[in-house]
């Protein structure tokens, strides 16, 4: 009551600090739980990413240094070794067809 004796609504005030004292620590706790799914979707990647021989991988892409399998030199070792990558993520189906289509190549040089 005020001082003329007519009640005051408080309604909105208690709905705000209420709303305000779920909403703040839900929003905390939201980007905590993101901030740790973001953090092991980085820590798997770096994890694929320290695993894979970029070296090889490039030379195997670009032609640099020429396709040097790690396990032999034999048509069938690479081309295990290129469906291995494309299996693993490592290459693209394109990229796939193009070394297949390389080691193919140097099959029948014309």
Do not use: C, W
């Not at 092991?40 to 490039?58: E, N």
């Amino acid at each position: 009551m005020n001082d003329a004796g007519t009640g005051r609504d408080i309604t909105d005030k208690v709905a705000l600090t209420i709303g305000l004292a779920f909403a703040v620590p839900f929003v905390i706790g939201l980007l905590l739980l993101l901030s740790g799914i973001f953090g092991m979707v980085r820590g798997a990647a770096l994890r694929a990413a320290a695993s894979v021989d970029v070296i090889g991988l490039h030379r195997m892409l670009y032609g640099t240094g020429g396709f040097t399998p790690r396990r032999g030199g034999d048509l069938t070792d690479r081309l295990e070794e290129i469906k291995e990558a494309l299996d693993k993520g490592l290459i693209s189906q394109e990229e796939y067809n193009h070394l297949r289509r390389r080691i193919l190549d140097d099959l029948n040089p014309l």
